[in-house]
């Protein structure tokens, strides 16, 4: 007598299932298979990584020619000279300066914009689509273009820098900010405004302690943010590190142009472990 194979469901499934899960010829049904999709989004990156490198004419030959000038720049960027810090004093506190007045113009401005630009915030749709549209169209423009003009109407030095930080941290703010109001649980606000409270009043006492650790936190990356940009700015006559940079590396002293990389690095990690220490001291 012969036996016939039983399918046995697995431990869950509905009565009557197994016989559809096991299929018809005794033996689980196939995972689809992937590796074809696979090959061919890896095939289609592989192509257009080709083309953008065909279209801005790399070449291979070039770089392995001029190796031995990147060896000689690389040699001195590893030997600093530190003799030349005291020249670099004067430079380096005008960044900061800039970072610093920039960073509490721009955050200051992008608090109110950041309630207007949220919708959780605003209830006026027109208002709301205005504000977007006009924090999108500053944030697309990048800093060194804010800096460029700046210098053009307003002259080189740092007033044409912090005018384009200014700008420049406001759409990043308002970016941020807005997100994370759109984010936050809304009950107190609802329960301020079923009180009888404005939209005003409810998003102060509402929603703007909910979003005061972020609006901090944002703050400070914000400054971080500026102490780096300082320094690129400066390359078009905007103030700060960014023109010693532009004159060292007119003369090829790249030993000089290391120094100021570590002083840019030194100031960079201090600003990171104070915002570690915020964040930490936000939570408890």
Not at 29 to 51: F, H, Y
Not at 187 to 211: C, F, H, N, Y
Request: net charge neutral; hydrophobic share 50%; proline share 5%.
């Amino acid at each position: 007598m012969t036996t016939l194979p039983i399918a046995v469901p697995p431990a869950g499934d509905a009565p009557g299932t197994a016989g559809r899960a096991f299929g018809e010829h005794g033996h689980w049904p196939r995972k689809p298979r992937t590796w074809p999709r696979t090959v061919v989004i890896v095939a289609v990156i592989c192509a257009l990584t080709a083309w953008s490198a065909i279209a801005i004419q790399v070449d291979p030959a070039t770089l392995i020619r001029n190796a031995h000038n990147a060896s000689n720049t690389l040699v001195q960027l590893f030997q600093p000279d530190y003799t030349f810090i005291p020249d670099t004093a004067d430079a380096l506190l005008e960044t900061v300066q800039m970072a610093v007045i920039g960073t509490a113009v721009s955050v200051a401005l992008a608090l109110p914009i950041s309630f207007v630009a949220s919708r959780v915030t605003n209830p006026s749709t027109v208002v709301l689509g205005i504000a977007r549209f006009i924090m999108n169209v500053v944030r697309s423009i990048p800093d060194l273009l804010y800096a460029a003009v700046f210098v053009t109407v307003i002259g080189t030095g740092a007033i044409s820098g912090v005018f384009a930080l200014v700008l420049f941290d406001l759409g990043i703010m308002v970016k941020l900010i807005s997100e994370a109001l759109d984010g936050l649980d809304r009950g107190g606000q609802e329960a301020a405004l079923a009180s009888g409270a404005t939209w005003l009043k409810a998003d102060r006492i509402a929603m703007l302690p909910e979003v005061a650790s972020s609006y901090i936190s944002q703050t400070i990356y914000v400054f971080e943010l500026n102490i780096r940009a300082s320094t690129v700015i400066g390359l078009v006559g905007a103030g700060g590190l960014g023109m010693l940079i532009d004159k060292v590396r007119t003369f090829y002293q790249y030993h000089y142009l290391s120094t100021i990389i570590l002083e840019v690095l030194v100031i960079i990690l201090a600003l990171e472990l104070l915002s570690s220490a915020s964040r930490k001291r936000l939570l408890l």
